[in-house]
């Protein structure tokens, strides 16, 4: 099956089950290619080369991570802690053949995944994305993030605490929207406070 053709029957699958649990928001339905499919697609080029797995975490309704699995063949572990969202993504997997498993767990419950490649969207602010993402990256592994309006203050904040090389892309789908590729990620260590002699 081609990848337009898995797509739609992946499009098709969701908006039947959209009908029954929130996969995507209502207003979005008429535009689910830009708004998810498309979105998700623009990523694939950006993803790192070369082989070890990839987590797709709080996946929700499968995007990114179900979409780059079909585009890029790269086998990918969907987290999604939502049972009803897990029997989607289950079932999209069945029917589109993406090469994917899917972990119905929250992340902060996970064993580590050694993932070379970690994709979110619309999870949480980068601090806190970064926190549960990173004990389940692999050494060396990357970030890839869609970011909305906030992108740079959310970067500032997370500066705090993490030190990383950060490459920006701009949303081919959302004028306001930024993607980040994030790699080296270490923490920040707690600076030490001076000793002062005493006299």
Not at 2 to 29: K, M, Q, V
Not at 101 to 119: H, M
């Given at each position: 099956?081609?990848?337009?053709?898995?797509?739609?029957?992946?499009?098709?699958?969701?908006?039947?089950?959209?009908?029954?649990?929130?996969?995507?928001?209502?207003?979005?339905?008429?535009?689910?290619?830009?708004?998810?499919?498309?979105?998700?697609?623009?990523?694939?080029?950006?993803?790192?080369?070369?082989?070890?797995?990839a987590?797709?975490?709080?996946?929700?309704?499968?995007?990114?991570?179900?979409?780059?699995?079909?585009?890029?063949?790269?086998?990918?572990?969907?987290?999604?802690?939502?049972?009803?969202?897990?029997?989607?993504?289950a079932?999209?997997v069945?029917?589109?053949?993406?090469?994917?498993?899917?972990?119905?767990?929250?992340?902060a419950?996970?064993?580590?995944?050694?993932?070379?490649?970690?994709?979110?969207?619309?999870?949480?602010?980068?601090?806190?994305?970064?926190?549960?993402?990173?004990?389940?990256?692999?050494?060396?592994?990357?970030?890839?993030?869609p970011?909305?309006?906030?992108?740079?203050?959310?970067?500032?904040n997370?500066?705090?605490?993490?030190?990383?090389?950060?490459?920006?892309?701009?949303?081919?789908?959302?004028?306001?929207?930024t993607i980040?590729?994030?790699?080296?990620?270490?923490?920040?260590?707690?600076?030490?406070?001076?000793?002062?002699?005493?006299?």
């Amino acid at each position: 099956m081609e990848l337009r053709a898995r797509l739609d029957a992946y499009a098709a699958l969701l908006l039947r089950w959209n009908a029954r649990i929130n996969l995507i928001g209502p207003s979005t339905i008429a535009s689910i290619w830009q708004r998810h499919i498309d979105d998700s697609l623009q990523l694939a080029p950006l993803c790192p080369a070369g082989a070890g797995g990839a987590a797709d975490l709080g996946s929700g309704a499968g995007f990114p991570g179900l979409v780059l699995a079909l585009a890029t063949g790269r086998s990918f572990t969907l987290v999604e802690a939502d049972r009803r969202k897990a029997a989607f993504l289950a079932e999209a997997v069945r029917v589109t053949g993406a090469p994917a498993r899917v972990a119905c767990a929250r992340i902060a419950d996970l064993a580590p995944l050694g993932a070379t490649l970690i994709t979110a969207r619309a999870l949480a602010p980068l601090p806190d994305l970064l926190a549960l993402a990173v004990p389940h990256l692999a050494a060396g592994g990357v970030l890839l993030l869609p970011k909305g309006a906030q992108a740079s203050a959310e970067l500032t904040n997370a500066r705090r605490g993490w030190h990383m090389r950060v490459d920006a892309f701009p949303s081919r789908t959302a004028r306001e929207a930024t993607i980040l590729r994030l790699s080296e990620l270490r923490r920040v260590e707690p600076s030490t406070p001076e000793r002062h002699a005493t006299s």
